[in-house]
Structure formats: C-alpha cells, structure tokens
C-alpha cells in the first residue's frame, strides 16, 4: 500500500493571527518562524492521533486481491473522489465510485465492496479520498486547535521542534485534550 498527498490542505487550523495572540506576540519579525511551527505542529499532531484535521486530497494505492471490505489507513474520510484499477503494466481502469461506501463509524474506515470487483495479486486499486474534519479552521474540534497552540508554544520558546511526547510536561498537559481523537490499531 502506498499513500501519496494529492491536495494540501488550504489552512491551517490555527491562524498566525491566534497563535501570535496566543503567545502574545506584537512584532511580525518572526511571522515566517511561526508559519512553519504551525504547519509541522499540525502533521505532528495528525500522526500523534491518526486523523487528518483540516480537508485534503489523498491517492491510496492497494495491492491485489481484496475482498468484499477493507480499511482505508487515513481518517476521517469525508469522500470517495475517484476509484481505478492498475494493471501490471500502469494501465489504468477508471470506475464508477459509487461502487464503494464509506463506513466510518470504524477507525480507520472501511470501504464497502458493493460492485464486487475482484483484483489479481497483479493489480493495484487506486483511490483518492477526501479526509479531515472540514476545510475551515473552525472545523477542526477545539482540543485539537488547543494542543496546536501549546506545541507551538513549547516550539517557539525551545527554538525546536522536539517530540511533544518527549517532553513529559507538555505530553501530560496535551493528554486529555487528544486521547478521545486518538485511533489504536491493533
């Protein structure tokens, strides 16, 4: 399986503007800084937690034979964009998306089978997806938006990017306000 980014997201989901009130910060100096915090603060959190914050655009790339159901490694999913087979030799096989639902109640979500198309071992299915919680800042859940600011924070004094788990006092702060969003993957 491969995963490869077709669509950054648009935003962050935290603006400069909030983030610099947040650390009450007046000059513009260090605004290009910060920009990158925020950005690296937000991939960091979406590994920490499993889910995509903000909407983007993802094609999964699955090896042949699949069955009747199968999980998607990215979440929340919001929307099947395209579906196609791959041959062996990188010819592709458009199909209809409607072939496939979304069932996300599970974490990661599974996708429904409903054609029944079959895959050879030789055969990859190729799908892009729509992921995250939205495409506005104000989408993503409050906590979430809140632990962006205190990695930032923690970022910004240190001059750093270190792993927020590495860092016991932020690591017990962040905790509560992360662990209903985190996904296990047994």
Same mark, same amino acid.
């Given at each position: 399986?491969?995963?490869?980014?077709?669509?950054?997201?648009?935003?962050?989901?935290?603006?400069?503007?909030?983030?610099?009130?947040?650390?009450?910060?007046?000059?513009?100096?260090?605004?290009?800084?910060?920009?990158?915090? #925020?950005?690296?603060?937000?991939?960091?959190?979406?590994?920490?937690?499993?889910?995509?914050?903000?909407?983007?655009?993802?094609?999964?790339?699955?090896?042949?034979?699949?069955?009747?159901?199968?999980? #998607?490694?990215?979440?929340?999913?919001?929307?099947?964009?395209?579906?196609?087979?791959?041959?062996?030799?990188?010819?592709?096989?458009?199909?209809?998306?409607?072939?496939?639902?979304?069932?996300?109640?599970?974490? %990661?979500?599974?996708?429904?089978?409903?054609?029944?198309?079959?895959?050879?071992?030789?055969?990859?299915?190729?799908?892009?997806?729509?992921?995250?919680?939205?495409?506005?800042?104000?989408?993503?859940?409050?906590?979430?938006?809140?632990?962006?600011?205190?990695?930032?924070?923690?970022?910004?004094?240190?001059?750093?990017?270190?792993? %927020?788990?590495?860092? %016991?006092?932020?690591?017990?702060?962040?905790?509560?306000?992360?662990? %209903?969003?985190?996904?296990?993957? #047994?």
């Amino acid at each position: 399986m491969s995963l490869t980014l077709l669509t950054a997201p648009a935003v962050e989901p935290v603006s400069l503007a909030e983030i610099k009130a947040y650390l009450k910060i007046d000059q513009d100096t260090e605004d290009d800084l910060i920009r990158a915090f #925020l950005s690296a603060a937000r991939v960091h959190l979406e590994h920490m937690i499993g889910h995509h914050l903000i909407t983007q655009t993802w094609r999964v790339l699955m090896e042949g034979p699949l069955g009747e159901s199968f999980r #998607l490694p990215l979440q929340p999913v919001s929307d099947l964009l395209a579906l196609a087979v791959v041959d062996v030799d990188g010819s592709v096989t458009e199909l209809d998306v409607s072939g496939l639902s979304i069932f996300q109640a599970d974490n %990661p979500a599974t996708l429904a089978n409903l054609d029944g198309f079959l895959l050879s071992s030789k055969q990859r299915l190729q799908i892009d997806v729509e992921t995250g919680f939205g495409p506005m800042a104000e989408d993503v859940p409050e906590p979430l938006r809140l632990a962006i600011k205190m990695i930032v924070a923690e970022w910004y004094e240190r001059r750093l990017i270190a792993d %927020p788990a590495q860092l %016991p006092a932020l690591a017990k702060a962040m905790a509560p306000l992360i662990a %209903p969003y985190r996904s296990f993957h #047994l």
